[in-house]
């Protein structure tokens, strides 16, 4: 519900502000617009992500459609490039001939903006941790708030000075904010697409958490990814002696201490008495945690 107040919200002033900065001439507020567009782009997109992942798996999505959002979010960082991009080539040719100005529109249009956007960062603020395409649209409403201040600026300075070039550099300082978190957001995405690692978690911390439970002789062939933002998965071989531990309590075992400690709880564990001799990731570690030699038996 709250997604759908800012949605709202967003998209009335979005078609004000490109209205306004029509009338005003101002690059800055048409930044600005620019920006509130990709909000709105975002939010709907959001709300659709929310919708679509809801959906059950099926036969042909084992995984259901959670990964969705990830996608989602992706989008929304390509689109805030392209907004940036454009934004730097019309800034460049204004600052070589300057545009007529209404400055006192501008700052009206900023000002009912500025509060349009504290509003729905108050709305999204409190779940933009619990999803990253959330929090990709929440770092994008706050950078158009962050905007309406530089308009507001610009428009007092421009009123007070008459300097007409101030309105393309709040323009270029609004892009400039922008895209380093719009790259850490795409980064993030696509670690997520290409099944890394997730953000947080250390793959050999997690390796020694296997390997130093009692009754495990090495493990290989291991796997840390996330479904989807928030939900980290993992497989792996465990080669056991099953007269230290039952595979069926040292599996319980290895669960509990993987959640305990590393927070995953989508687990897949293969349990082999003899190493089964897959080799498909990073060289095995034997229960002392020193890498194991590949062409040394497992014993």
Known sequence: ?????????????????????VVTGSLALLSDAAHMFTDSAALAVALAAIRIGKRPSDDRRTYGY???????????????????GYIFYEAWGRLRQPAELESIGMLVIALIGLGVNLTSV???????????????????????LLGSIG??????????????W???????????WVLPRTWLLLRETTNVLLEGVPDGLDL????????TVAGVREVHDLHVW????????????????????PAATLLTALRQALADRHHIHHV????????????????????????????????
């Open 166 to 176: 101030v309105d393309s550099v709040v323009a270029i300082a609004i892009a400039l």
């Open 151 to 164: 308009v507001i600026v610009a428009a007092l300075i421009i009123w007070t000075t008459g300097w007409k």
């Open 226 to 245: 996330a479904i989807t933002s928030g939900e980290p998965a993992l497989t792996a071989h465990v080669v056991h002696d099953p007269r230290e531990a």
């Open 66 to 84: 959670r990964r969705f959002e990830i996608l989602a979010a992706a989008f929304n960082a390509l689109l805030l490039f392209v907004v940036a």
């Open 204 to 211: 050999a911390a997690v390796r020694m958490t296997l390997t």
């Open 1 to 21: 519900m709250r997604m759908r107040w800012a949605l709202g919200l967003t998209t009335m002033f979005l078609v004000a502000e490109v209205v306004g900065g």
């Open 268 to 299: 897949t564990l293969q349990m082999e008495e003899q190493d089964c001799g897959q080799r498909h990731d990073l060289p095995a570690l034997n229960k002392r945690g020193d890498l194991r030699n590949s062409d040394e038996p497992s014993r």
């Open 122 to 144: 108050r709305l999204l603020s409190g779940s933009k941790d619990t999803s990253v395409n959330i929090k990709g649209a929440y770092l994008e409403v706050w950078s158009d």
